[in-house]
C-alpha cells in the first residue's frame, strides 16, 4: 500500500458545511468525502489531458499526410454503430 501524507485543505464555512452534510448523507467521514472528490477530478483531468494529446497528434498526423474522413462518413460510420450494426471503420483518404 502506498504511503499517505497529510495535505490541509482550506475551505469556506459553507463548503465546509456542504461536505459534512454529504459525508452524514453518505454515512462516511468528510475525509473520505474530500478524498474522493480530489480523486475524481484528478482522473477526469487526467483523461482530459490524454484526449487533448490524441486530438493534438491527430491534428498533426493530418497537416503531415492530409489523410482524413469526412463528416457524412464518419456521421454513417456512427449512425451503423448507434443501430448495433457491424460496421468497417471508413477508409482515410487524401
Not at 482550506?10 to 459534512?20: G, I, N, Q, Y
Not at 477526469?44 to 469526412?70: I, K, N, P, S
Amino acid at each position: 500500500m502506498a504511503s499517505l501524507s497529510t495535505t490541509s485543505l482550506k475551505l469556506d464555512s459553507a463548503m465546509k458545511e456542504r461536505v459534512r452534510r454529504l459525508a452524514l448523507t453518505r454515512r462516511r467521514p468528510a475525509h473520505w468525502i474530500m478524498r474522493e472528490a480530489v480523486e475524481q477530478y484528478v482522473e477526469r483531468e487526467e483523461q482530459r489531458e490524454r484526449m487533448r494529446q490524441d486530438a493534438l497528434a491527430a491534428w498533426d498526423g493530418y497537416r503531415t499526410t492530409g489523410l482524413h474522413v469526412t463528416a457524412g462518413e464518419a456521421d454513417a460510420w456512427l449512425a451503423k454503430l448507434e443501430a448495433g450494426k457491424d460496421a468497417v471503420v471508413p477508409k482515410c483518404h487524401v
